[in-house]
């Protein structure tokens, strides 16, 4: 059983490491090697796109570890997993502790599937920067018996699965981002808290999964994960506030929330934390 | 030959059936277990979540059987279809078919591929709720001689594919979607007539696969597949004309339609079919 | 060393060309066989939709010579390259040969990675009618040495691969498409240059996977590759920029575009040429 120390710190992410990272995105445009899955595989890359960062999805064993070594940071997300997915991402996780460079992990569904779970199990063990999961999956991660979750929805909220996150970033060496209404992120010491965001972006496929890879994306430019997740949760959610003041449904802010990305500056993002 | 009934029962979708199949989705947001292609699995996605159900694309031979058994529905898709897809899919039908979970058919491009014509032919003996498919593909199904169909596109009419229909139908206990410029739906006996959409649908890819989602999403809210499939057709047709009123083209158009999916109520409903 | 011919014809692409290519693409709405990518499938068929034609992505072993023959042109796209998608492309292409189909290459990331580039340096002798890609991809494929291309991020400029794209014209009797701000079209002896366009291509992903598939679209219709493949190029650019005027950011922008190539008309390619 683990519990959070007495001694963790809650504090709101900052709005100015917000800035400074999404404007390092834009200054270097650092590459970023998504394995994710074909569901959500375009909208990713037009999220990393639109806050200036360059996509580059290669996901076959042939080619992962050769790519992950070129990459400035890679993503691992279980969405549509397969046999080869699975060689491929061993040896791209592989390549990427061997070169430095930052990976993290996305293990959409775990706990549900047998097959995926297992896999998550042995590769949070490979040191990820960040494991980024809704409740469900990160309380199954944690090991915690009856989590319920089933697919890719949480049957439990991301307060109930903090004091999991933190005892499974302090025993992985990582930093675990609990996404939900609000959004929890801890090294297993502090935690940051981001209270934006809105409920469209649980009725468009792959939010999560572009977060996943934000995540990464920012990982790349700013060398402190608990820093770099609270940056690219605190993008994703003001965009997705500007977006939804400029839509009449899901379709309309999935539209805008890349817009919304292009478009977001420091002024946004002061005013959507103030 | 086949032919229909002299007592065959013509009439149109009800929108009141529509109005309760929509409201149970929205309220119990049923888990859709999606096998389908790399093409439309984003969208397919998003039609799901805009009107309430709640999607997850597991297409692997590992897990979809493991799936099958948690989903509230299945769709099987041949879209891309692959030797690993055929083993996944045979095991979810298999799983679901145990289970008592409703599961549909859509036979993406049977007749002008022999690889997926004969495992088409292979899993419609399986019991499927329903079969969906265009004029061409619902006769190359039936093994009507003399279709001419080619890709997805059709090259017959849906009204020329009722009478094969009605016959696959009654052979294979089954009931049988044919999408048109008129959508014809049987269950060998009585058929639904759906006379609500708009021609940009067959600009935008992904549409017809999204229906084909959406009935079975309301296959697991809807005990009787003729029912449920008149209710998914005339939910999507009704909502492309809404979204066709405030669009300027496909890209606009498939946008809109999210929209209009999230946004539908028992007036656009009654009205358009009024 | 190759060097351009001093004979070389350097002209704009021809807005008639243009027009009288959409013409046909509207009129007969060719079958298009794309063997493409997870990331860009769905962009990419909603692109051809709109200007008319008609795409189908077959891309297994079991089916895709079979489908090659039945197509009007095929696509062969590297995004995501597989085991299986180089099996399935040797015998699309082996199909189209024989069919007398034409096919286009998008060689994909070629010179990042090893096992593409053998793979690319293989089809390439295969006689594609027209092959396209950015700078880097171009003179990685030319066996330029120096380039120094990363992912799918051209890192030389279009103008400094027209040499080598003359030079690999004229060896593999072929058509070369070089992409950038500046287009450059080129058989070995003339050059045709396309200089609309707009930034907002670049910030979204598969406008470049999309262009080839047009490319292909446009040879099913028009005899001579280049000038098929400068009407695609044409074609595509000049309704990026109507598309821009209209659009807040790059999410809005790939709307528009799909939009814009809908509603193209002579007088907007005119104009825009003009």
Known sequence: MTTLRP???????????????????RRTGPLVHCMTNIVVAGFTANVLLAVGASPAMVENSEESAEFAQ????????????????????????AAATRAGTPWVLDPVAVGALGYRTRFAAELVTARPAVV?????????????????????????????????????????GTTVAVSGAVDYLTDGTDVLEVHSGHELMTRVTGVGCALGALVA??????????????????????????????????????????????????????????
Do not use: K, W, Y
């Open 7 to 25: 001694q963790a710190s809650f504090r709101t992410a900052s709005a100015e490491d917000a800035i400074r990272v999404l404007d390092e995105l």
């Open 70 to 93: 070129i990459a400035d940071a890679v993503l691992v997300n279980f969405g549509t997993l397969s046999p080869d997915r699975v060689v491929a991402m061993r040896a791209a996780v």
């Open 132 to 172: 980024r999961g809704n409740a469900s999956e990160i309380l199954s991660l944690a090991g915690a018996t009856g989590s319920a979750g089933r697919g890719v929805d949480s049957t439990s909220t991301s307060a109930e699965a903090l004091d999991e996150a933190s005892g499974l970033a302090r025993r992985m």
């Open 217 to 274: 994306a920012c990982c790349a430019v700013e060398a402190t994960p608990l820093i770099a997740a609270g940056a690219a949760t605190t993008i994703l959610t003001v965009a997705a506030e500007v977006a939804a003041a400029r839509s009449a449904g899901p379709g309309s802010f999935a539209v805008a929330l890349l817009d919304a990305l292009h478009g977001l500056d420091a002024a946004a993002l002061r005013t959507h934390l103030g």
